[in-house]
């Protein structure tokens, strides 16, 4: 995981340009942000303020969908007040947003050559950025792309696409870190890095299932980040050294990704 320069940070009010509804609950939101464009890197976050009002008080963590010249795109899935209200904003609106926070995904590695991206759910948001920035390295990606039923499968932007749903609907029947291993087999011999996105009880899963084959794993954590720079405290982690210690880190500084290796899933 690549550190990034917390002095590239800014507060800008953004202008909604589009607002695709991909389902009856999950949109892509376009944004011209021409400085976060130019700035933002495959892995990072931002905060968006989703009213002048106090409901709901804190901003709401999004990670980047895709950066298109001078505008950038995130997922929005309707769980509560504040992504409701970006759900339904119409072109014009207009956003204050932080960015970019957080650290990056390893994509400028030299040890591996072959990317498997596994995404569960609205954890498929970042991939298509990953991807892309993959593919200009000269990486060889494949895609594991999960969710609960054929209507929320979302695929926009990946190549090389294996799908599981949980009842079946659409491809493997099963979760996604289950699909994953039945394909490995595939990949003996290849120098593989494995990128995760999606809720935490499934990357716990794909987190032992890499620790266990002994492949190199990071994953990009969910969890309620109020302020995305430290302040409100809201997103704990606990992380494990080389040494065994385990200590506890807020989740908007240390990460939002994290080797396999080091996260303890246990009060996540």
């Given at each position: 995981?690549a550190?990034y320069?917390?002095s590239?940070v ?21 944004l011209?942000?021409p400085y ?6 495959a892995?990072?976050f931002?905060e ?9 008080l804190?901003?709401?963590?999004f990670?980047?969908?895709?950066v ?11 769980f509560?007040?504040g ?31 072959v ?5 569960g ?11 892309e ?6 990486k060889?990606v494949?895609n ?6 054929a209507e929320?499968?979302i695929t ?10 949980d009842?079946g ?6 979760n996604?870190?289950?699909?994953l ?5 595939q990949?003996?011999?290849?120098r ?9 009880r499934?990357?716990?899963?794909l987190?032992?299932?890499?620790n266990?084959r ?5 994953v ?10 430290g302040i ?21 500084q ?13 009060d996540?």
């Amino acid at each position: 995981m690549a550190s990034y320069s917390s002095s590239l940070v800014r507060d800008e009010c953004l202008e909604v340009v589009d607002n695709q509804h991909l389902t009856s609950s999950i949109s892509i939101l376009s944004l011209h942000a021409p400085y976060f464009a130019s700035v933002l890197r495959a892995g990072q976050f931002l905060e968006i303020r989703t009213s002048d009002s106090f409901i709901p008080l804190l901003r709401r963590p999004f990670s980047i969908h895709r950066v298109v010249g001078e505008y950038i795109e995130i997922m929005v899935k309707v769980f509560g007040i504040g992504s409701r209200q970006l759900y339904h904003a119409r072109k014009g609106d207009r956003f204050q947003t932080l960015a970019p926070l957080g650290n990056t995904f390893s994509y400028e590695r030299d040890d591996f050559d072959v990317a498997l991206l596994v995404s569960g759910g609205i954890g498929v948001a970042p991939m298509p950025m990953l991807e892309e920035a993959l593919r200009a390295r000269g990486k060889v990606v494949y895609n594991f792309v999960g969710a609960r039923t054929a209507e929320e499968v979302i695929t926009r932007y990946l190549s090389n696409v294996f799908v599981a749903t949980d009842d079946g609907s659409l491809g493997y029947k099963g979760n996604v870190v289950a699909l994953l291993s039945e394909h490995l087999e595939q990949f003996r011999g290849a120098r593989i890095r494995v990128f995760g996105c999606g809720s935490n009880r499934m990357l716990d899963a794909l987190c032992k299932l890499c620790n266990a084959r002994h492949l190199d794993c990071e994953v990009s954590l969910e969890s309620m980040m109020g302020c995305g720079i430290g302040i409100c405290y809201g997103c704990p982690i606990r992380v494990r050294n080389a040494n065994g210690h385990v200590r506890t880190e807020l989740l908007c500084q240390y990460g939002s990704v994290v080797d396999a290796r080091t996260i303890v899933f246990d009060d996540i």
